[in-house]
């Protein structure tokens, strides 16, 4: 079996309502869709999508350099090789793990169906299914998150995320302490900075909403800020680490400066199932937990996000968002079927991995070049 082409499609779907977060308001999720098919006719899809507003790439500059760069290298490639072909696309792309993610989904997605197996049992087999998965909420007046709150959990939930804007501090703090309040002892709340505090805001929010029963605070300060990670800590609230967190090397480096409490890895934000894997041995050998994060991404990421929860040991015993439906009112997806708000919730907030050979999704190219941006 060998790769007879690959191409990949830049992708605009639509919100049905604004998300709103630290880093400004979304209409839509923009992915780059990857199609990689071998001469034997065996057919492979991933996606990558490139963080909202990032200063590296957006999914146009993606899509341009896997068609440009990755897909006439990739021609003639043993698609088994999934080691090599990703450390050698990772060169191609100059450390842009954002052109790697969709490459590396599209290879586990042909070996799984090769082999016949779903490819969480490719990648070490089951941890746990089903898996539980948490809400987020975007950041809004503070009663009316709170009104969110409590209508996610009437539905089934046990679990929300509180994003905050990283510019009302008095606001965000209120924002906090009224979901919590609406809620139950046995739902969790968490919140989500997306590094929209200095330093001394950061810690001064997190003192202000430590006796707030939280489970943890993710990346309260903006990325690369080591030093701001490390006073972060001890203040009452664990830190979880996201946007701070792209290769094994920063997972390396968050170990070591003793920087973070527990990783979130995001199949899109990180490059892919394999890089995932990587980074995940790195926070067991360090005793940290995972959490797996969404990104704003479509059905095949977060496909591959329960992939990687069911299979990794770290994931256990936590909620989480990637391998859930997209809380951002998503109107579609490029795929037959995807998961949705109201299955998760029938669920008791719970999803299944997928059983079919591959990643278990059926890709439908019309609604691929429905959304595809020319």
Request: a negative charge; glycine letters at 8%; one cysteine or more.
């Amino acid at each position: 079996m060998r790769i007879a082409k690959m191409e990949a499609v830049h992708v605009r779907v639509p919100l049905d309502s604004p998300y709103i977060y630290s880093r400004g308001k979304m209409t839509a999720f923009e992915s780059a869709i990857v199609r990689i098919s071998t001469d034997d006719g065996v057919v492979g899809y991933g996606e990558s999508a490139p963080l909202f507003r990032s200063p590296v790439a957006d999914a146009a500059a993606v899509t341009k350099i896997l068609n440009e760069t990755i897909a006439v290298d990739l021609i003639d490639r043993d698609p088994f090789d999934i080691e090599m072909i990703v450390d050698h696309v990772l060169r191609l792309g100059e450390g842009n793990v954002d052109v790697v993610a969709g490459v590396d989904l599209a290879l586990w997605d042909i070996v799984g169906k090769a082999l016949e197996q779903p490819v969480y049992r490719l990648m070490g087999g089951f941890c746990q299914n089903p898996i539980a998965v948490d809400y987020t909420l975007s950041a809004m007046a503070p009663e009316y998150m709170a009104a969110a709150a409590a209508n996610v959990h009437q539905e089934g939930f046990h679990g929300v995320v509180v994003k905050i804007t990283g510019k009302q501090l008095d606001e965000d703090v209120q924002r906090v302490r009224q979901v919590r309040k609406t809620l139950p002892a046995n739902c969790t709340v968490r919140t989500d900075f997306n590094g929209g505090y200095a330093k001394d805001e950061a810690i001064e929010f997190i003192e202000r909403i430590a006796d707030m029963d939280i489970e943890f605070v993710e990346q309260p300060v903006p990325p690369g800020d080591i030093e701001a990670l490390k006073a972060c800590r001890g203040h009452g609230l664990p830190i979880n680490i996201d946007e701070s967190l792209k290769t094994p090397q920063d997972a390396i480096q968050l170990v070591s400066e003793k920087a973070c409490d527990m990783m979130n890895i995001k199949i899109a934000n990180v490059g892919g199932l394999l890089l995932a894997k990587r980074m995940a041995a790195i926070a067991a050998a360090a005793g940290l937990p995972v959490v797996v994060g969404g990104r704003t991404s479509l059905e095949l990421s977060r496909c591959a996000s329960r992939h990687f929860a069911a299979s990794t040991p770290g994931t256990m015993g936590r909620k989480h968002e990637g391998p859930g439906p997209a809380s951002q009112a998503l109107s579609d997806d490029v795929v037959a079927q995807r998961t949705t708000r109201q299955m998760a919730a029938g669920k008791k907030g719970h999803v299944w991995v997928e059983q079919s050979p591959g990643l278990g999704l059926e890709v439908v190219w019309d609604k691929v070049m429905k959304y595809a941006v020319h």
